[in-house]
């Protein structure tokens, strides 16, 4: 029996079981908890395939189990905050066309809510996309269903100890909950080249985009703290498309 081949896969199941323990945390509304297991299962993801490059042992069932823990850490528990986020007892915004509850044992929410669940269903789509696209080897089609989560569970983080008024407000603002929603469900799907973090070599040159953004994303994470994240990725695409004008201008 091969040992070595099978590190990877233990590394993805890592992954999974903190996309587990983060869903069920999620649902007790436990947002700190649970955001801070998806950050633990998304470098489990990194290191996964990492590692496989490394022990050179990548294959198919990496890259099935990979989506498939990809699909509860960043599709499941991102989709179950907005869920929870969605309410029409929010402070400001609130969604005035809806205001039934629907109920099954006990179980009550608000129509509203399911709005929420799009990021669910929009990154199981992109992540059975990516596993037959093969040109996102190097690169990225669209945003990457990671980036989705991190932004969606920062937003209750930033809600709870960021000092901005501003930015809790439009936090409890269901018109921009549900802006937000649509926006990343369409981003993961888009068809938007976003440009590679990945080095082949290390020049200023070569990489002076990549070194600007990743020193910029540290500033921020220092100076920002949550708010930073959404900001990062925010910037990420907008780079991303200025990047791809470029590219087609000096054609």
């Not at 633990?40 to 989506?67: M, P, W, Y």
């Not at 009550?108 to 929009?122: C, D, H, M, V």
Request: with cysteine; charged share 10%; hydrophobic share 50%.
């Amino acid at each position: 029996m091969n040992i070595k081949k099978h590190i990877p896969n233990l590394i993805t199941l890592g992954n999974l079981f903190c996309g587990t323990i983060a869903t069920i945390l999620a649902v007790e509304g436990n947002f700190v908890l649970a955001g801070l297991f998806v950050v633990i299962g998304i470098l489990f993801d990194f290191f996964d395939g990492f590692v496989a490059r490394i022990l050179n042992v990548t294959g198919e069932l990496g890259k099935q189990l990979d989506s498939l823990a990809d699909m509860v850490t960043s599709g499941v528990v991102p989709g179950i905050i907005m869920f929870n986020l969605l309410s029409v007892n929010n402070n400001l915004g609130s969604f005035s066309v809806n205001t039934e509850f629907m109920s099954w044992s006990g179980f009550k929410f608000e129509l509203i809510q399911i709005l929420g669940l799009l990021l669910t269903l929009g990154a199981c789509y992109r992540l059975a996309k990516f596993n037959i696209d093969t040109r996102q080897s190097d690169s990225f089609i669209g945003l990457p269903t990671p980036a989705m989560s991190l932004f969606v569970i920062s937003l209750p983080l930033i809600q709870e100890y960021s000092t901005i008024e501003f930015a809790q407000n439009l936090i409890t603002n269901n018109y921009f909950l549900i802006a937000i929603t649509i926006l990343l469900t369409y981003l993961m799907n888009a068809e938007l080249p976003l440009f590679s973090l990945k080095f082949k070599e290390y020049s200023i040159k070569n990489n002076l985009m990549k070194y600007l953004f990743l020193m910029s994303s540290l500033l921020m994470i220092i100076f920002l703290h949550y708010i930073s994240i959404p900001l990062i990725i925010i910037i990420y695409v907008a780079l991303s498309v200025i990047n791809n004008y470029g590219k087609h201008t000096t054609v």
